[in-house]
Nanobody, 115 residues
Framework: QVQLVESGGGLVQAGGSLRLSCAAS????????MGWYRQPPGKQPELVAG???????NYADSVKGRFTISRDNAKITVYLQMNSLKPEDTAVYYC?????????WGQGTQVTVSS
């Protein structure tokens, strides 16, 4: 089993910044894939940014240049630094890990960007 606990969401004005954290525990290794998804109101979930099991990063086109994903391998924690936030970034953000063929999800954290 793998547990993912997110923190760092909140309300911010457009142009502001937030930093999300996701701490993983259980049977997970620093080499496992981890990342962030989000689900805007009334829309389908989408990948925001992630690390593959090979250590590569990928980003949604809509966040490139504004968001940065990073990782502390010793703590098995991933971070999402979000800068220049826009109202369209408003969503529930979920941490996800792909471990031995199974995808795990955190409980989600709300990010609201006001205009």
């Amino acid at each position: 089993q793998v547990q993912l606990v997110e923190s760092g969401g909140g309300l911010v004005q457009a142009g502001g910044s937030l930093r999300l954290s996701c701490a993983a525990s259980g049977r997970i290794f620093s080499t496992d894939g981890m990342g962030w998804y989000r689900q805007p109101p009334g829309k389908q979930p989408e990948l925001v940014a992630g690390f593959t099991s090979g250590g590569y990063t990928n980003y949604a086109d809509s966040v490139k240049g504004r968001f940065t994903i990073s990782r502390d391998n010793a703590k098995i924690t991933v971070y999402l630094q979000m800068n220049s936030l826009k109202p369209e970034d408003t969503a529930v953000y979920y941490c996800s890990a792909f471990v031995r063929g199974y995808r795990y999800w955190g409980q989600g954290t709300q990010v609201t960007v006001s205009s």
